[in-house]
């Protein structure tokens, strides 16, 4: 009991770093305006080519199977070898179970293989299952790790819990990045999403990610301002670099500028690489291909 008061007041000095001096009705103000006056500006092929390479191409049904993944897999192949002049998708995302399919079938360098593990989407098991699936999600190949924080945990103020899981997962996934998926449309308020990525990046996440895409709703661009504003916040306030995900909800190309620009507008030139933006969709990949190419296509 003794260390867990310490542990929460070594959390509670690290939040009042920053400002979480806000409202969801300024949030909402700010990311109108960026709409309104900026999205327009990006809304060009280079732009599409850029986030075409920041797509994590995802696959996460019930019905996936080591033949569906195989054939997910190949398109990547196949989409590289079709149009070598555009950028090949930053990621494929599967469940752990299929790390080992992906690595012995993905022949494209640069595509990096991202497992969704801890009990994902809910994150309800106990914390020992949760970092023995990343382990073994890391052993059969996979270079990159999300997981989602446990939002119960944070909802009832235990800020603890919350950072420990993280924290033992981060271990777990020794020197591979780790996303952590905050379910943003969980977590009711302006403020608590920009604690819960502040918790998140002090734990040692190396992105913060939205949401799941099995909740309502899931990303937004007021959740994605926020995020990027707290990336921004500990970046000054540590000089470490934080990557950002929006995932769940990326229904159309305007969706894909909109998140553009907000990273852009907030964190700036620095984060507009495949590397510290990512893009969780899969129809996305589509849409972004038809508008680059000129014509409809369904290549993924």
């Avoid at 569906?68 to 995302?93: G, R, W």
Wanted: glycine fraction near 6%; aromatic fraction near 8%.
């Amino acid at each position: 009991m003794e260390e867990k008061k310490k542990d929460s007041s070594k959390i509670e000095e690290a939040l009042k770093k920053y400002n979480l001096d806000i409202t969801d009705e300024e949030v909402q103000q700010a990311v109108q305006k960026i709409i309104a006056e900026k999205v327009h500006e990006n809304d060009t092929v280079e732009v599409k080519k850029f986030l075409m390479g920041s797509v994590e191409l995802t696959t996460l049904k019930t019905t996936d199977s080591d033949t569906s993944v195989m054939a997910f897999t190949e398109k990547v192949n196949q989409f590289d070898e079709a149009y070598p002049d555009l950028p090949h998708v930053a990621t494929i995302c599967v469940y752990p179970r299929f790390a080992r399919t992906v690595a012995e079938t993905l022949e494209v360098d640069g595509v990096e293989i991202a497992c969704v593990s801890g009990s994902f989407p809910s994150s309800q098991s106990l914390i020992e299952v949760k970092t023995v699936e990343t382990a073994l999600a890391i052993k059969d190949g996979a270079t990159e790790i999300d997981i989602v924080q446990p939002v119960g945990s944070f909802l009832e103020g235990d800020y603890e819990t919350v950072v420990d899981e993280i924290q033992q997962q981060k271990e777990a996934c020794g020197e591979h990045d780790m996303k952590v998926i905050l379910e943003t449309g969980m977590l009711g308020t302006a403020k608590n999403i920009k604690i819960a990525s502040l918790l998140a990046m002090y734990a040692g996440a190396d992105y913060i990610k939205t949401s799941t895409g099995k909740e309502k709703p899931a990303a937004t661009p007021e959740a994605a301002y926020v995020m990027c504003q707290a990336i921004k916040e500990y970046y000054d306030e540590t000089g470490i670099q934080i990557g950002f995900k929006p995932a769940g909800g990326l229904n159309s190309v305007m969706d894909a500028l909109i998140y553009y620009t907000i990273v852009k507008e907030v964190l700036g030139e620095k984060w507009l690489t495949n590397k510290w933006l990512r893009l969780g969709t899969s129809r996305l990949a589509n849409l972004l291909l038809s508008e680059v190419i000129g014509q409809e296509t369904k290549f993924f």
